[in-house]
């Protein structure tokens, strides 16, 4: 067989390949991290749920500045409101409270990001602002199963396991005050999950940040490529 067309046939079975590997490390760079995210949110929710008075999950409330903040998790406890943000990150974590930025250890590799606990801290002022002195609010970190910290761990910091035990420590065999209860109605009732303030938070962050995240930049740019490539092989 002449080689011309043996080169010719392969190239037509090849040339759609090469857009499918563009397009599929885009996407797991640009959808992979959110999906295990919502899966370890969906997870965790249910957990908090069964440990709590009363539990919201994945809302938006306006914060002491007038825009928007998004918050992880709200309970409502023995100990008050508890202002939940998690992390569902692998490896070893290490950070101080007072520390702006923590790091996280895969491999050989070393990442960092800011302190969760700062992070968390403008959305327990949110629910401070709308409910004043009424009931405690408590600024509170969960990470997930899979980190582990090298060091001492702050205090509100916590593993799945060890918040649950915490809750169940302070579970109170009566009933929590009525300030606290009417408190929460009144939290229950700003908070939002309509698509209208979803959108409105990610285009305040998008605004705030200038850019998104490195990863998913990337993970378009590939994706975009692979398209590219595949209407261009369609049409000649």
């Known amino acids: 067989m002449n080689a011309d067309i ?20 885009g996407l797991a760079l640009t959808f992979k991290a959110r999906l295990k995210g919502a899966a370890g949110e969906k997870s965790l929710a249910k957990l908090l749920a069964q440990h709590a008075l009363a539990a919201m999950h994945d809302v938006i409330l306006t914060n002491s500045r007038g825009g928007l903040t998004q918050i992880d998790h709200l309970l409502l406890t023995a100990r008050g409101i508890e202002v939940i943000e998690t992390k569902h990150y692998a490896g070893s974590i290490r950070g101080r409270a007072n520390d702006k930025t923590w790091s996280q250890r895969l491999g050989r590799k070393t990442f960092s990001f800011q302190n969760p606990l700062h992070q968390n801290h403008g959305h327990v002022q949110a629910v401070k602002a709308l409910l004043g002195e009424t009931v405690p609010v408590n600024n509170v970190v969960v990470f997930g199963a899979a980190a582990r910290f090298t060091h001492a761990q ?17 579970k109170s065999s009566t009933q929590v005050p009525y300030a606290w209860l009417q408190a929460w109605e009144k939290l229950h009732a700003e908070c939002r999950q309509d698509r209208q303030a979803r959108q409105q938070h990610r285009q305040q962050i998008g605004e705030r940040h200038g850019r998104r995240e490195k990863r998913q930049q990337i993970g378009s740019m590939f994706v975009l490529a692979g398209l590219s490539l595949a209407l261009w092989f369609w049409l000649s």
């Open 6 to 25: 043996v080169l010719e046939q392969l190239w037509d079975s090849l040339r759609w390949i090469i857009p499918v590997l563009l397009i599929m490390p």
């Open 154 to 170: 702050p205090s509100n910091v916590y593993s799945p396991i060890q918040y649950v035990r915490t809750l169940r420590q302070s």
